[in-house]
C-alpha cells in the first residue's frame, strides 16, 4: 500500500481526481450482507441483486468474497468502488503476510479497511459510499466476530449478529427475533438465509432467492478451518427449504410472544 | 597527482565473480526438485523464523543461498513486483519468467556497476504448473545471467557435488516422500565424501503443491508432518512411501 501509494498512486481509490458532478451519478447499487456468529466461527451472506435507480442492473452479482484465509467482506454501496475496495484490501492482507511472514491480527485487518472506506469519503459525499460488513475468525481468541462500518470509515464490533445495505433493517429485525448464542452452523446459514429472505420480502433492492434461474444467496462460513463458501447445491438446499415453509407461513418463522 | 593502478575489465570481473562465489560457498547448500505433484524445496536451516524459501505468489516459490539480507531485499522486491503486477492485471499474468527477468536485470546490475559490491546471493525461482509439464526452474546466480533448469537444482556451498549427485538420481515422477529423501541424502553429503545425519528440526522444507485447492500453491511442512514424510522415504519399499504421502494429503485437507 505504501509502496503503491509512492510509484502508482493514482492506482489508489483515494488518489483520484473527481469530476464536478450535479446530482447523484447512476451507477450500479449493491444491497444486503449479513452475518451471524455462533459458537466456534460466524456466517457472512449475501443477496444477488445490484440496483441502479429503480433498475435491476444485475441478478447474480457476488458481493461476499474472502477477504484472506480467517476473514471474508461482504460489500453494499456502489459495486465497482467496493469491489476494488476489496481487490485491494486482500491485496494488502497478502502483501503482509507474504512480506511479514505471519498474517495480520484479526483487529489489525479490521483498522485497515476502515482507513480505506475513510479515504472514499469524498465520493461518498458525492453519492458513491462503500459500507462493508467485515468477518473474520480470530485465531488468537478462537471465536467468530464481526465488524461493521459507517461511510466515514467508524468501525465497531458486533456482537452476535449485524446487517448492512438497503435491507439491513429488515434483516436485523428477522434476525433479532430468531438470533440465538447457542446456534450450530447449520442453524446460523440457515438463520442468515432467513434474513435476506426477509429484507428481500419488504425492500425492493434486495433480491429474494430466484428459483427459475437458480440464483440464491452467497452464505461463506469461517471456522478455524478457514474460510469456506457453501456450494451452489447446499446454498440452493436452504434457500428452497425455507422457501417451502413460507407456502405455509408467508412471513417465517414466530418468535415466542413473552 | 597520483594514477591509479590499471586494472583490466576481465580481472575486475573476474575479482568480483570471485569474491561473490565465496561469499556463496560460506552460506549452507539447498536443492529444488520436481515431484509429482509439485516442486519440494529442501536445505538445513538452524533457524526457526529466518526462512530460505518464501511464497512470491500463488504458483511461484523463491529460495536462496548467501547473505541474508541481500536476498531478503530482493525476495521483498519480488513480492512487490508480483503482487503489483497481480492487481494491474490479473493473477493469470504473474509468472516466473517474468520475475526470473526482473531479477537477472537486477543483479546484472548491481554485479557490473563499479559503485557497489556484488550481491552475495545464489537464487531459484520455481512456478508450479498444472502439469508436470508446466513446472519451470530457473536459477539465478550472482552475476544475474538466468539458467533454465530441469527436474532438480542446487544452489550453494556445495552446489557442484550435490547437483551431480541428484542428476544421477532424480527421475520425473517421484512421490514427495521420495523426492525428500533423495534431498536430504545429497544434502548430507559433505565435501570431502563422507556423510552426516542432519536432524528434522534442522531441516527447512516447503512445497509449490499443484493438488492444493486454494489459488496459493506455497506450503511449508513443518514439525509432525515432515517428521512423518521422512520416516516413510526412509522405509523405502514403495508401498510404504504411497501411504506416507497418501497420509500426507489428508493432513494438507485440515
Known sequence: ?258 | MSTPFYVSPQQAMADRAEYARKGIARGRSLVVLQYADGIVFVGENPSRALHKFSEIYDRIGFAAAGKYNEYENLRIGGVRYADLRGYTYDRDDVTARGLANVYAQTLGTIFSSAAEKPYEVELVVAEVGVTPDGDQIYRLPHDGSIVDEHGSVAVGGNAEQISTYLDQRHRDGMTLAEALKLAVQALSRDTNGSEREIPAERLEVAVLDRTRPQARKFKRIVGPRLVRLLEAGAEAPAESVEKGDAEAESDSEE
Open chain 1, 1 to 258: 500500500m505504501d509502496f503503491l501509494s509512492e510509484h502508482q498512486p493514482e492506482f489508489l481509490p483515494g488518489n483520484r481526481q473527481l469530476p464536478a458532478v450535479k446530482g447523484a451519478i447512476e451507477a450500479p447499487h449493491g444491497t444486503t450482507i449479513v452475518s451471524v456468529t455462533f459458537p466456534g466461527g460466524v456466517v457472512l451472506a449475501g443477496d444477488r441483486r445490484a440496483t441502479m435507480g429503480n433498475m435491476i442492473a444485475q441478478r447474480d452479482i457476488e458481493k461476499v468474497f474472502p477477504a484472506d484465509e480467517y476473514s471474508a467482506v461482504g460489500i453494499a454501496g456502489t459495486a465497482g468502488l467496493a469491489v476494488e475496495m476489496v481487490k485491494l484490501f486482500q491485496l494488502e492482507l497478502e502483501h503482509f503476510e507474504k512480506v511479514e511472514g505471519a498474517q495480520l491480527s484479526l483487529e489489525g485487518k479490521a483498522n485497515r479497511l476502515s482507513t480505506m472506506i475513510r479515504s472514499n469519503l469524498g465520493m461518498a459525499m458525492q453519492g458513491l459510499a462503500v459500507v462493508p460488513l467485515f468477518a473474520g475468525y480470530d485465531v488468537d481468541r478462537g471465536k467468530g466476530r464481526i465488524f461493521s462500518y459507517d461511510v466515514t470509515g467508524g468501525r465497531s464490533e458486533e456482537h452476535g449478529y449485524a446487517a448492512t445495505g438497503s435491507g439491513s433493517i429488515f434483516a436485523r429485525g428477522a434476525m433479532k427475533k430468531l438470533y440465538r448464542d447457542d446456534l450450530t452452523e447449520s442453524e446460523a446459514t440457515t438463520l442468515v438465509v432467513q434474513a435476506l429472505y426477509d429484507a428481500a420480502d419488504d425492500d425492493s433492492a434486495t433480491g429474494g432467492p430466484d428459483v427459475a434461474r437458480r440464483i440464491y444467496p452467497i452464505v461463506t462460513v469461517i471456522t478455524d478451518d478457514g474460510f469456506r463458501r457453501l456450494t451452489d447445491e447446499e446454498g440452493s438446499q436452504i434457500a428452497r427449504s425455507i422457501l417451502e415453509r413460507r407456502l405455509e407461513q408467508p412471513d417465517g418463522p414466530r418468535a415466542a410472544l413473552l
